[in-house]
């Protein structure tokens, strides 16, 4: 289950990062051999299209006007991803427990990570921030997917 804690973990800060490495292991043959994950997530095309839309998240995330990620639907987005990719990370008799532990940490990371960040901005800025929560999240987040 340490491949759902972390998935999870990432979730909490970046929504789309899990899907993004979870495609791309899947693309390149590093999924469990029995995992829920469907063969269109190794194709090329997916791995392309989730790893742009974490870009554009960690990007976005940097601007003065991002939203907060605790509101109802962003923690909503961020529960159900981090179920997916939790599911998809684990064998296929796992994948419930796998999706549900995956999912609860997700949720319970949103509102610590979110707190932390407040907490960081009040003394430096949120690029500076942002960068920093990115360096955690994304190994984290590749540790999961590629973790044997």
């Not at 909490?12 to 490495?21: D, I, K, N, Q």
């Not at 940097?62 to 991803?81: C, E, F, H, S, W």
């Amino acid at each position: 289950m340490l491949r759902s804690i972390l998935v999870g973990l990432a979730a909490g800060s970046r929504a789309m990062t899990p899907l993004a490495v979870v495609t791309n292991a899947a693309r390149m043959g590093q999924l469990p051999r029995d995992s829920a994950a469907p063969a269109l997530l190794a194709h090329p095309m997916a791995s392309v299209a989730t790893g742009a839309l974490a870009l554009l998240e960690l990007a976005g995330d940097k601007q003065d006007k991002a939203g907060d990620r605790i509101v109802t639907p962003a923690v909503m987005v961020r529960t159900l991803n981090a179920a997916l990719a939790g599911a998809m990370l684990a064998p296929r008799h796992r994948r419930w427990a796998a999706a549900a532990v995956a999912g609860t940490t997700a949720a319970a990371a949103t509102y610590v990570s979110w707190r932390i960040r407040k907490a960081a901005m009040d003394r430096h800025s949120q690029t500076a921030t942002g960068l920093i929560e990115d360096a955690i999240v994304v190994p984290t987040a590749i540790a999961a997917a590629t973790m044997r």
